[in-house]
């Protein structure tokens, strides 16, 4: 509509011609003003001053200020130029504004609609740049402590760049050459223009609502190749910074080269120089994979095959000092035992045997002197009889229990000694129990034996003998038998009876036998 | 067998941990052959994913209900 500025187009400065000769309404003055200023400014004009009275409304329009030492300038810039502004404004920065100037015929006000305003002596970008640092920073996106580690061996990594470009030829080179067993997502952006920040936060966020559909993403490099400033803006967006912090899949940045250093990386869990450098961040090298496998392999194997000898050297020297050098030695000593068990009844018995014998012995003794009864003998021969059949029924009982032994022997050496013994031992008890009774029983009926043959010897008495030309010569008086002379003296009165009767005699020429040694 | 849910790096994780176990000697000879056959399972494992697995490119594509589509990659020349 409005024409370039031109010097010659500027009217007279005193055209009263035109002016009507009566009073003016406010509305035609301010016309005529609108008219002067706006046929005599150029449609552009850079105005350089300070920024005060900054006020940014609810509807998102700006409103300010710029004023010098003597003159003051109101100001406005509608939302949508403000919102392009890379930096924040404020009070006392020296600006340079470039707008139109226009008149406000309702508040018969003339102001600058400004639609750029840039820092003096610093670029805007630059400034911008400084400006979000300080704010992020202060919100802590860039602590260290925030980042997330990367994995050592991700299954799958995910590209947020433009899909064409030698970004992305340089990452999926680099990443197929490493760790060919990998999956590789691209998800294609702009990266760079109006609106790249916004799709390159999306697809930060996309990805990380949908990692789980995608079956997991390990890792995520953010990027681009080399560019102007303009041409990096998009990543020192805040939009996208927040949008890394936000990320629970950790990423790598990678935007230019190396001198470039962005928002985006100084809140990136990790900043690659470039994006082939990203590439070789983000995966390792297979072929060391499998190396380090296979060095864990061998120290897996050393280490068995290290504690099983050191097991085995610890089983020789238990096996060398241990009962199991000697596996029968626990068997013996209870063999031994069961011996020493079968020894005492066996000694006991002996002992009664021998007083028994000795006692038979006597008997027969006797029985020899008096010339026994054949009744007698044969009591003798049953006795010896006895004897013998109580000597093999002892010593059969004690062969069963060495076979008993023997067997739990047998089971000792298959079966675990800790868990026989105690049974075995109670066997053992059992068996010597038995064997005491047994020959408790052998003896009593041997005693009882013993005892009849006395009593048949005592009531045969001496009559017996008497028939054979024995007598016996007893005291007169008191009848106490004669044994020997010094029971009586010369005409002692005695009574000696012989097989059908007695007489009396008298007691003459005591003679003493001559003894003998 | 190793479970079909372990990762690479949690098997290789486990693998490092068996080995530390069976080099220190703490633990008794069947707990360490026990220790050590899941260890060459684990080793086995780890070999399969990695031969197993190739390479895959593909391209991620938003879809209208913000879903994200696979589909395949073509490498574009720029323009």
């Known amino acids: ?517 | 067998m190793a479970k079909p849910k372990l990762t690479f790096e949690e098997a290789l994780k486990q693998l490092e941990t068996i080995a530390e176990q069976i080099e220190q000697g703490k633990i008794g000879l069947e707990e360490s052959i026990a220790q050590y056959e899941q260890g060459m399972t684990l080793v086995r494992y780890c070999r399969e994913v990695l031969s197993k697995a190739e390479l895959r490119i593909q391209r991620l594509q938003q879809r209208g209900d913000g879903t994200l589509e696979v589909t395949p990659f073509e490498p574009q020349a720029e323009p």
């Open chain 1, 1 to 517: 509509m409005r024409k370039p500025f031109d010097p010659s187009l500027v009217p007279d400065p005193t055209p009263t011609a035109a002016l009507p000769s009566g009073p003016l309404s406010v509305s035609q003055l301010t016309a005529i003003i609108k008219r002067a200023i706006e046929t005599t400014l150029p449609a552009t004009v850079h105005v350089l001053g300070e920024l005060s009275n900054l006020k940014r409304h609810s509807s998102g329009h700006l409103y300010f200020t710029l004023k010098d030492r003597s003159s003051e300038l109101a100001c406005v810039m509608w939302r949508s130029e403000a919102a392009k502004m890379k930096f924040t404004p404020a009070d006392g920065m020296e600006v340079i504004a470039t707008g139109t100037v226009e008149v406000f015929e309702r508040a018969g006000r003339y102001q600058l609609y400004a639609r750029k305003i840039e820092p003096r002596g610093v670029g805007s970008l630059e400034l911008a740049f400084r400006q979000l640092c300080e704010k992020l920073a202060q919100e802590g996106l860039f602590d260290a402590g925030r980042k997330k580690p990367l994995p050592a061996y991700p299954n799958r990594v995910v590209l947020v760049t433009s899909p064409t470009g030698a970004a992305v030829t340089d990452m999926l080179r680099t990443l197929t050459r490493r760790f060919p067993c990998l999956g590789v997502l691209v998800y294609p952006v702009r990266v760079q223009g109006d609106g790249a920040a916004a799709e390159i936060a999306a697809a930060i966020r996309n990805v990380n609502r949908c990692a789980e559909s995608l079956g997991g993403v390990d890792v995520m490099i953010v990027g681009r190749g080399g560019g102007s400033v303009e041409d990096l803006w998009a990543f020192n967006e805040e939009v996208v910074a927040r949008a890394i912090f936000a990320s629970r899949i950790p990423i790598i940045s990678a935007v230019g080269h190396e001198v470039d250093v962005t928002i985006a990386d100084l809140v990136a869990d990790v900043r690659a120089a470039t994006p082939t450098a990203a590439a070789e961040l983000a995966v390792p090298v297979l072929e060391d994979v499998l190396a380090g496998l296979a060095i864990l392999e061998g120290r897996l194997r050393r280490a068995a095959v290290g504690q099983t000898a050191l097991a085995g050297a610890r089983l020789g020297g238990v096996v060398a000092r241990g009962p199991f050098r000697e596996p029968l030695a626990v068997v013996r000593r209870r063999e031994q035992f069961l011996d020493e068990l079968a020894d005492r009844p066996g000694r006991a018995l002996r002992v009664r045997m021998q007083a028994v014998r000795r006692r038979v012995e006597a008997l027969e003794a006797v029985v020899q002197r008096i010339a026994p009864h054949a009744y007698l003998l044969r009591s003798a021969v049953r006795l010896r009889d006895a004897e013998h059949r109580l000597r093999r029924a002892v010593e059969r009982l004690l062969e069963r229990m060495r076979q008993g032994a023997a067997a739990a022997q047998q089971r000792l050496r298959t079966a675990s000694p800790a868990t026989l013994l105690p049974r075995w031992g109670e066997r053992l008890t059992r068996h010597e129990g038995a064997m005491l009774a047994a020959v408790r029983h052998a003896h009593s009926l041997l005693r009882e034996r013993v005892q009849l043959k006395e009593e048949v010897l005592s009531a045969l008495s001496y009559k017996s003998v008497l028939g054979r030309g024995f007598s016996i010569t007893r005291l007169k008086r008191g009848r106490a038998v004669v044994r020997s002379l010094a029971q009586i003296h010369d005409h002692d009165r005695t009574l000696t009876e012989v097989a059908d009767g007695e007489f009396e005699a008298e007691v003459l020429n005591l003679r003493q036998l001559e003894l003998f040694e």
